[in-house]
């Protein structure tokens, strides 16, 4: 089974629509913030949530709840699909329904490796992998850049050092972030190292930072 979750009006063939609202004609009206899921364990091949996450759980027990839901139907290595606004852009701020920023960084915090690594090396990270008994890897992740970044960085007019400082110090720099997780199941039972990007979380996360050594994708405009 393949999940839209949050589809609003982009339905998609071959995919089981799903809101929570009726309004856009999902193929399924189901409450992401209402607990259990409404899907059996390990029964989602693949999962996509575009613009999604960022409208759950306003309440940090309501995501952490969802993030539970999401490890418990999804098989072992299905492909979660995530994209979100960069919680400095705009797109972000300018929503009331945005409850929370949500970066690829953030889901380091489900790896069951990543925690074990942290305590061991007394890093102060919230183990929540470990407390949720969830296990998530980071598994492909880039983002899209703003203009006039994203034509001055293609022209190669902007060198990827000052790229990154940029990222650091201003807002409207990364339109939105798009990223793979997979879940492991058992959790705990593989080590996998995220990419090199998101391994710069060995030393404490600061929330809403950008990995400063992500990809840049494609240029193209998208809604947020
Ligand atoms: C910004 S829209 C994105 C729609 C679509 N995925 C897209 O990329 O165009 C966010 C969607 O999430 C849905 N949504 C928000 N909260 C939800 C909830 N608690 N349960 C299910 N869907 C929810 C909204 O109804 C809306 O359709």
């Given at each position: 089974?393949?999940?839209n979750?949050?589809?609003?009006?982009?339905?998609?063939?071959?995919?089981?629509?799903v809101?929570?609202?009726?309004?856009?004609?999902?193929?399924?009206?189901?409450?992401?913030?209402?607990?259990?899921?409404?899907?059996?364990?390990?029964s989602?091949?693949?999962?996509?949530?575009?613009?999604?996450?960022?409208?759950?759980?306003?309440?940090?027990?309501?995501?952490?709840?969802?993030?539970k839901?999401?490890?418990?139907?999804?098989?072992?290595?299905a492909?979660?699909?995530?994209?979100?606004?960069?919680?400095r852009?705009?797109?972000?701020?300018?929503?009331?329904?945005?409850?929370?920023?949500?970066?690829?960084?953030?889901?380091?915090?489900?790896?069951?490796?990543?925690?074990?690594?942290?305590?061991?090396?007394?890093?102060?990270?919230?183990?929540?992998?470990?407390y949720?008994?969830?296990?998530?890897?980071?598994?492909?992740?880039?983002?899209?850049?703003?203009?006039?970044?994203?034509?001055?960085?293609?022209?190669?007019?902007?060198?990827?050092?000052?790229?990154?400082?940029?990222?650091?110090?201003?807002?409207?720099?990364?339109?939105?972030?798009?990223f793979?997780?997979?879940?492991?199941?058992?959790?705990?039972?593989?080590?996998?190292a995220?990419?090199?990007?998101?391994?710069?979380?060995?030393?404490?996360?600061?929330?809403?930072?950008?990995?400063?050594?992500?990809?840049?994708?494609?240029?193209?405009?998208?809604?947020?």
């Amino acid at each position: 089974m393949r999940l839209n979750l949050g589809c609003g009006g982009k339905i998609t063939p071959g995919w089981l629509n799903v809101d929570k609202f009726p309004t856009c004609n999902p193929d399924q009206v189901v409450d992401l913030e209402r607990f259990p899921w409404p899907w059996p364990d390990d029964s989602v091949d693949e999962v996509r949530m575009h613009h999604v996450l960022e409208h759950l759980g306003a309440q940090t027990e309501i995501y952490l709840g969802i993030i539970k839901e999401l490890y418990r139907v999804c098989r072992d290595n299905a492909a979660i699909h995530i994209i979100v606004p960069h919680p400095r852009h705009d797109d972000f701020l300018n929503d009331p329904s945005h409850v929370r920023p949500v970066t690829p960084a953030s889901f380091v915090l489900f790896s069951q490796a990543k925690n074990r690594d942290w305590l061991a090396k007394g890093v102060s990270n919230s183990p929540l992998g470990l407390y949720l008994d969830v296990d998530f890897v980071v598994d492909t992740e880039s983002y899209l850049l703003e203009e006039p970044w994203g034509h001055l960085y293609e022209q190669k007019k902007l060198p990827f050092a000052d790229l990154q400082h940029a990222i650091r110090l201003y807002g409207n720099v990364i339109k939105q972030f798009e990223f793979v997780v997979r879940p492991i199941k058992p959790a705990g039972s593989r080590v996998a190292a995220p990419p090199a990007s998101v391994q710069a979380a060995d030393a404490p996360l600061v929330p809403g930072e950008a990995p400063v050594n992500m990809v840049p994708s494609a240029l193209r405009s998208e809604d947020a």
